[in-house]
């Protein structure tokens, strides 16, 4: 059966989605310029993603994250990611790649 863009659970899906995108978990970390030089460095290197500039997109193995570095602190947001993989779970490992510095 077809779901139609009038059905109220067609509509609650979306909300849920788009809801999941939009307030997508955010990571937080306060890093000096030298230190987020030293991150941007360490994670080309370790994990292959280049961090270019202050501001961009990573992807990696179907996650995609946006990046901002501001007045000492560096931000990032899960933007996309595969169905059956949690957002917490993403936190975490981002997290943890960040912080072995």
Do not use: H, W
Not at 19 to 29: D, F, K, V
């Amino acid at each position: 059966m077809a779901v139609r863009s009038g059905d109220p659970a067609f509509a609650n899906a979306y909300r849920r989605r788009v809801r999941q995108r939009t307030l997508a978990g955010m990571i937080e970390i306060p890093l000096t310029e030298d230190e987020f030089a030293a991150t941007a460095a360490q994670v080309e290197q370790q994990q292959g993603i280049p961090l270019t500039g202050t501001e961009g997109k990573i992807t990696k193995m179907g996650v995609t994250a946006g990046y901002q570095y501001a007045n000492g602190i560096l931000r990032v947001t899960i933007l996309d990611k595969p169905f059956f993989v949690s957002t917490d779970y993403c936190e975490e490992q981002l997290k943890a790649f960040l912080a072995k510095r």
